[in-house]
């Protein structure tokens, strides 16, 4: 039998479901209005009566809100923080985007805001088949951003344990002696783990490892089949952020749910210039629903998650859960542009990943594009570790990820043809890609075009 978190809200008809949001967004509109400076300001400045704002197809003739709004807004822009949203006695923690793109975003949750987000991720845990007594390392931060505190709060709610190392450097022992049933962490994390465990001689397949989850940035079907079958367990997608989406795929696999009655989402067209329809993809648009009577340190109406994404589906799911499902988002800002096309990072990692490449590589990569010795030319240079670069099969690792890049990128065949597109690669050793010499999260597809 399915098993669900929250059943009254999981698997809620789409009428009710549609009726409950509605609901939402005028008492998140309200709230809005009478407690944050800024869109007290932004509704009276773009001429918006909130009580206009009834149900959530009225968002969309909405302002577009962005992170740099964000920033512009609080300090050191503004003397104070206009998007705070509750005063300073119900701010249980500030926390803090990355800021590898700037200032840091600023965020005020309430302990109202830190419960929803525990419940956005509870239901993805019971979703992907936890239970009470399942024991999870998390391999997140647990600095300034949300995750790994709100995996927390969640797995304490269901009755699990958690194992916070925040890093993916924890030794050995911790496998055989706590028996983790799952490991949370990016893929490329949880594929040096799996290699470094097998030096120490540890059987993946043998260990207590029942399934993984993976979040913290995008990544292709062809990495994660390699991570299941590295550590012979299922691997299940989330997509999370400090501004709140936290959505989880089920044990269908079949797209992330996104919790509809907690975060309203829409798909912007990539020029933000119209919503597209479900099945089109484009900029994920998301807007906090408050239940009545609750409070939020930060809300936020239709802000842009910089994040693309398409809805698959708003149909029931073969696991009973009826709140509609999402792809993979993937960053705006790893997408580049190569003669008119679109190439997400995530593009040249499914290239890189293809099985019959994968018995001589170990995954890790990088990627730069360059200009050419004409003008007008483009050549993307593919960097990848070899477990032997002396005896990889090197035309063999080229024609797979060419032909499978071409494949998806059918209109740069033409330009691959008559040579004004190419590619070439080097191959290293372990640990040799300029990526490891990097502090922070490595960019792995980087545009010198402009340098």
Not at 11 to 24: A, E, W
Not at 376 to 390: I, N, Y
């Amino acid at each position: 039998m399915p098993k669900y978190h929250n059943p009254g809200i999981e698997t809620t008809d789409r009428d009710s479901l549609d009726s409950l949001i509605d609901d939402r967004v005028r008492y998140t509109v309200r709230y809005a209005n009478e407690h944050s400076p800024f869109y007290r300001h932004w509704f009276k400045q773009n001429g918006i009566d909130p009580k206009d704002i009834r149900v959530h197809e009225d968002l969309l003739q909405l302002p577009i809100v962005s992170g740099r709004t964000i920033r512009e807004h609080q300090p050191p822009g503004t003397p104070g923080f206009q998007f705070l949203s509750t005063g300073w006695g119900d701010v249980f923690t500030i926390q803090e985007t990355s800021g590898t793109s700037g200032t840091p975003k600023s965020f005020f949750l309430t302990w109202d805001d830190w419960k929803r987000y525990a419940e956005k991720y509870a239901r993805s845990f019971v979703s992907q088949g936890f239970d009470p007594g399942d024991r999870l390392v998390v391999c997140a931060s647990y600095g300034m951003n949300v995750g790994a505190n709100t995996m927390t709060l969640a797995a304490h709610g269901l009755g699990m344990t958690i194992i916070p190392f925040g890093k993916c450097d924890f030794a050995s022992r911790v496998i055989t002696a706590y028996r983790p049933t799952a490991i949370v962490g990016s893929v490329f994390k949880l594929l040096r783990l799996a290699r470094r465990l097998e030096q120490e001689g540890i059987q993946l397949k043998e260990t207590s490892i029942e399934r993984l989850v993976v979040g913290g940035e995008s990544f292709s079907d062809e990495s994660r089949a390699y991570l299941a079958e590295t550590w012979g367990c299922p691997v299940f997608n989330t997509y999370g952020s400090t501004e709140g989406t936290m959505c989880g795929e089920c044990t269908e696999l079949a797209g992330l749910h996104v919790p509809e009655d907690l975060v309203h989402l829409d798909i912007y067209d990539p020029q933000m210039k119209a919503f597209v329809s479900d099945g089109n993809c484009g900029r994920a648009v998301l807007t906090t629903l408050l239940p009545e009577g609750s409070k939020a340190g930060t809300l936020l109406l239709n802000y842009d998650t910089e994040d693309t994404t398409a809805v698959l589906s708003r149909e029931r799911c073969a696991c009973g859960r009826t709140h509609m499902r999402i792809v993979n988002p993937q960053r705006e800002a790893e997408t580049v542009w190569i003669l008119g096309n679109a190439a997400n990072r995530v593009d040249v990692e499914a290239g890189v990943f293809q099985p019959e490449s994968m018995q001589f590589l170990n995954g890790e990569y990088e990627a730069v594009l360059e200009n050419g010795g004409s003008s007008g030319e483009v050549v993307l240079r593919v960097s990848v570790e070899c477990m032997d670069p002396e005896t990889a099969d090197r035309r063999l690792i080229e024609d797979h990820f060419i032909g499978h890049f071409l494949k998806n990128k059918k209109n740069l065949i033409p330009h691959y043809e008559d040579k004004t597109f190419s590619v070439q690669f080097t191959f290293v050793h372990p640990g040799e890609l300029e990526l490891h010499k990097l502090r922070g999260r490595p960019k792995r597809l980087v545009d010198r075009r402009s340098e």
